[in-house]
């Protein structure tokens, strides 16, 4: 998790957000990842996972075929929607030059989409194997 956040955060830094010529501050977008990494993953996907009846969001406890699909896109969708809030202030610290409306909001949202995809993917083919649809 630690590499892959710093990938992550450089990604979106230099590659994404440049694309949008939005000149910004890497270490703050890097800092924004770790954040958001540690409280979205470790306290509030397996929280409204457990809120919501899965107990198990990492499915640390569950045999194969018990752990419960539901609860991780449970988990993993209340995740992406803190990591949207905890990250905005980041990056607008980031940013070089401040933007106004859309063009702010367009590169936060379209990143953080596309990065959230990927770990959603990374961790559904971690759990995808031994679980059940419910």
């Not at 590499?3 to 590659?15: D, M, R």
């Not at 107990?55 to 045999?63: I, N, V």
């Not at 770990?119 to 759990?127: E, K, P, Q, S, T």
Request: overall charge positive; hydrophobic content about 55%; charged content about 15%.
């Amino acid at each position: 998790m630690i590499w892959i956040n710093f990938i992550i955060g450089t990604f979106e830094s230099k590659f994404l957000l440049e694309k949008f010529n939005i000149p910004n501050r890497k270490w703050l977008i890097v800092a924004a990842n770790y954040t958001s990494m540690f409280l979205g993953y470790y306290f509030i996907a397996p929280h409204f996972s457990f809120e919501n009846g899965f107990p198990d969001f990492w499915g640390m406890k569950s045999r194969v075929g018990e752990y419960e699909l539901g609860g991780f896109f449970i988990g993993f969708l209340c995740s992406f929607v803190a990591t949207l809030i905890i990250e905005f202030p980041f990056y607008w610290l980031s940013l070089k030059t401040k933007q106004q409306g859309w063009r702010l909001l367009k590169p936060f949202f379209l990143v953080n989409l596309l990065t959230n995809c990927i770990m959603l993917l990374i961790y559904f083919a971690i759990v995808a194997f031994s679980a059940k649809w419910s």
